[in-house]
């Protein structure tokens, strides 16, 4: 299994660019998630999904949109980049909805918007 | 929202002493907790994570982190720090109810020779 993988690793946008970024998963996972890292901040959820066709917002939703039309993958698209979304993106999926089962995360995307 | 807390952004101890990162969550109701570690440019990899049962709970590499429901804490510890212990460390904590996961800021651990 190659687990959870994202692409691209890095990019570089300029303000107003539009972009998707990828992440699949192999494990027939059921719930999938994207997360930004920022110094400082953690680890905040943008948006997830509980099964395909089903998403939902996280703590920071504003400037992003998702679907989920596969099992399998679960891209993040960022309608209109501005230099606050410069962060490293994660996806992570887990088996089920359920929050007791353990979070597999991909390698990141690292994004800079200028 | 559930808030986490993670006492001290930056650790140093010496190899082979004991590591000591502190968590405390806020919430009436116990939640779900977990400990995450991240090694330079990589993902996130489970370490533990507390749902039921035995409040002491062991993860890999030789960590393990004890639930104090009168502290609202999640500590982790391991007796016996390693070169390779260096990383992030993260704890995260999620309501037994719901679907979401949130993150406290991160400590990093810097192991000296």
């Known amino acids: 299994n190659a687990g959870v993988t994202q692409t691209p690793k890095f990019q570089v946008l300029k303000t107003g660019q539009s972009m998707t970024l990828q992440c699949a998963q192999d494990m027939n996972h059921e719930y999938m998630s994207w997360y930004r890292q920022d110094p400082g901040m953690g680890l905040r959820l943008i948006h997830y999904s509980v099964g395909a066709g089903i998403t939902d917002q996280g703590e920071v939703p504003n400037g992003y949109n998702v679907s989920r039309s596969t099992t399998e993958d679960f891209p993040l698209r960022l309608l209109s980049a501005a230099p606050s979304q410069t962060s490293v993106y994660f996806c992570?999926?887990?088996?089920?909805?359920?929050?007791?089962?353990?979070?597999?995360f991909g390698p990141g995307t690292r994004l800079t918007v200028l | 929202a559930q808030s986490v807390t993670q006492l001290g952004s930056h650790v140093s101890v010496s190899e082979g002493a004991l590591v000591l990162l502190r968590c405390n969550y806020s919430s009436s109701v116990p939640p779900y907790l977990f400990w995450y570690v991240q090694y330079p440019n990589q993902g996130l990899q489970l370490l533990l994570k507390?749902?039921?049962?035995?409040?002491l709970v062991k993860g890999i590499n030789g960590f393990e982190a004890e639930f104090k429901k009168s502290e609202t804490s999640f500590h982790l510890t391991k007796p016996s720090a390693h070169m390779s212990d260096a990383a992030e460390y993260f704890c995260?904590?999620?309501?037994?109810?719901?679907?979401?996961?949130?993150f406290g800021t991160g400590t990093s651990l810097t192991v000296i020779p």
């Open positions: 992570a999926s887990s088996y089920s909805r359920f929050s007791t089962d353990t979070q597999y």
């Open positions: 507390y749902t039921t049962g035995a409040t």
């Open positions: 995260a904590v999620s309501e037994v109810t719901g679907n979401q996961f949130y």
